[in-house]
């Protein structure tokens, strides 16, 4: 078999894996059936931010996106000049995404891999000590992230708020501030580039020269979670419904990274600002998000502009709700989950889960 990793850095929140060309599969009990597939076979694994491409000649290709989002353009790309099958591995579903006829999705989980290693780095878990209600993080400047923020900020006061504010912006990553045609969208983006943005508000000495690495960026013992009663799950990428060579489709996803598996891990209840259907896919492992009062029915919306108005509807209605509420609503399901995951229950769904996958995969292409 031909390996080839497109690792991570050498923090990465996966153990185990190694770099260059090493053969990767047999580092993790849920990888070790790749030694059953043709020896021909070619490995791309872990891809993030992909520039490279596949080369030709190889009778069955396996691509994994366990870390970033699935890179759909450069997989298709992929396909003008491979006609042989690519097995393509993600921890969440395809939908109804026009991939080519060699391209074959699997629901393949490595979310309890991260969540082990960020257990086996912080092994003791800690009381929550409410002080603030809702808690949210935005270094990184997009679209959504600047859009719940100024929400926070405008409708609550400070005293109930954590927010930490930072001025890394990227012009892409708002849309070169051109208006989204929602009025309520952009009222929010005005207020935040007239009134917040190049305003630094800090709650820690986090920088990202020194230390935004991941083994710091998961630790979830820090007020964000551990003092609010609720976190908005800023996650790094909240597309879903795109256009793709002129065919709208759903993207696949979601894309779940430490941002979410800190709140999971230490019993924090969140909003997630993420791709659709991303509650829905962490029920299918046994995890309950039943908030009551708090309408979470967005997450089945794959509209990305309509589902981040209704997050923004979710957020504003907390204001009817005091601390002491939205931990009683809340913390029957974010305990349940935070048990699953520290009892190593979610991991072994996931791992039986993996197995009958390599089990449809090996008996398909083997």
């Given at each position: 078999m031909t390996y080839r990793t497109f690792p991570p850095p050498k923090e990465?929140?996966?153990?185990?894996?190694?770099?260059?060309?090493?053969?990767?599969?047999?580092?993790?009990?849920?990888?070790?059936?790749?030694?059953?597939?043709?020896?021909?076979?070619?490995?791309?694994?872990?891809?993030?931010?992909?520039?490279?491409?596949?080369?030709?000649?190889h009778d069955l290709y396996v691509v994994s996106f366990h870390y970033e989002r699935?890179?759909?353009?450069?997989?298709?790309?992929?396909?003008?000049?491979?006609?042989?099958?690519?097995?393509?591995?993600?921890?969440?579903?395809?939908?109804?995404?026009?991939?080519?006829?060699?391209?074959?999705?699997?629901?393949?989980?490595?979310?309890?891999?991260h969540l082990n290693q960020i257990m086996e780095w912080f092994p003791n878990r800690q009381i929550r000590n409410l002080?603030?209600?809702?808690?949210?993080?935005?270094?990184?400047?997009?679209?959504?992230?600047?859009?719940?923020?100024?929400?926070?900020?405008?409708?609550?006061?400070?005293?109930?708020?954590?927010?930490?504010?930072?001025?890394?912006?990227?012009?892409?990553?708002?849309?070169?501030?051109?208006?989204?045609?929602?009025?309520?969208?952009?009222?929010?983006?005005?207020?935040?580039?007239?009134?917040?943005?190049?305003?630094?508000?800090?709650?820690?000495?986090?920088?990202?020269?020194?230390?935004?690495?991941?083994?710091?960026?998961?630790?979830?013992?820090?007020?964000?979670?551990?003092?609010?009663?609720i976190h908005l799950s800023n996650e790094s990428y909240h597309y879903s419904m795109m256009s793709h060579n002129g065919v709208t489709s759903i993207c696949p996803g979601p894309h779940i990274s430490e941002k979410t598996f800190k709140c999971l891990l230490s019993q924090t209840p969140f909003i997630s600002v993420g791709q659709f259907d991303f509650y829905g896919q962490l029920t299918k492992l046994g995890l309950k998000f039943d908030y009551g009062n708090i309408d979470l029915s967005w997450d089945q919306d794959p509209g990305n502009l309509s589902r981040l108005s209704s997050i923004i509807d979710t957020i504003i209605d907390l204001k009817n709700y005091s601390i002491s509420d939205i931990d009683e609503m809340t913390q029957e399901s974010s305990k349940h989950n935070a048990d699953m995951i520290w009892s190593g229950k979610l991991q072994s769904q996931a791992q039986a889960h993996n197995d009958i996958i390599a089990h449809e995969i090996l008996t398909r292409f083997s």
């Open positions: 990465e929140i996966a153990p185990g894996t190694l770099l260059g060309t090493q053969p990767f599969p047999t580092v993790w009990k849920d990888y070790h059936w790749f030694q059953d597939l043709p020896k021909n076979t070619y490995f791309a694994l872990w891809i993030r931010g992909p520039s490279h491409v596949l080369p030709k000649g699935v890179e759909c353009e450069w997989l298709i790309n992929q396909c003008k000049k491979i006609s042989q099958p690519i097995i393509v591995l993600n921890d969440g579903s395809s939908y109804d995404f026009p991939w080519p006829s060699n391209v074959h999705f699997f629901n393949f989980y490595s979310w309890h891999i002080k603030y209600k809702i808690s949210a993080v935005c270094n990184r400047i997009t679209q959504s992230k600047l859009l719940v923020t100024t929400a926070l900020l405008e409708n609550f006061n400070r005293k109930e708020l954590l927010v930490k504010l930072g001025t890394w912006l990227e012009e892409k990553n708002v849309h070169n501030r051109q208006p989204t045609g929602v009025e309520k969208l952009d009222n929010l983006s005005k207020i935040f580039f007239e009134k917040y943005y190049g305003h630094v508000i800090l709650v820690d000495d986090f920088t990202d020269d020194t230390h935004n690495f991941q083994r710091v960026n998961s630790i979830p013992w820090q007020p964000f979670y551990l003092e609010s009663a």
